[in-house]
């Protein structure tokens, strides 16, 4: 199992940053994908989760309305959508499928 993040970055304030994840090594469709952020100093955090057969997601209290998660079945890819982006976002986040995790993308959201 392999999974790859990109789209991490520097955005002010307010802006925006679409996050994706590639997946390999398993049935991609079969499993629901989450996405996690670690901020400096505190614990990882479920930040959102796509299902893997309705494609029904949740969110965490705080990116509800500002975050969207999606799939793309045919491209074994999952993304995230950050939107208004606050710099208590600021975190690497990273894609995870059951017990496998990976290397994560650093969001920085500064002025």
């Known amino acids: 199992v392999q999974l790859v993040e990109s789209g991490g970055g520097l955005v002010q304030p307010g802006g925006s940053l679409r996050l994706s994840c590639v997946a390999s090594g398993f049935p991609f469709s079969n499993y629901d994908m989450r996405w996690y952020r670690q901020a400096p100093g505190k614990g990882r955090e479920l930040v959102a989760d796509i299902s893997s057969t309705s494609g029904s997601t949740v969110y965490v209290d705080s990116v509800k309305g500002r975050f969207t998660i999606s799939r793309d079945n045919a491209k074994n890819t999952v993304y995230l959508q950050m939107n208004s982006l606050k710099p208590e976002d600021t975190a690497v986040y990273s894609c995870?499928?059951?017990?496998?995790w990976g290397q994560g993308t650093q969001v920085t959201v500064s002025s």
């Open positions: 995870n499928v059951q017990f496998y």
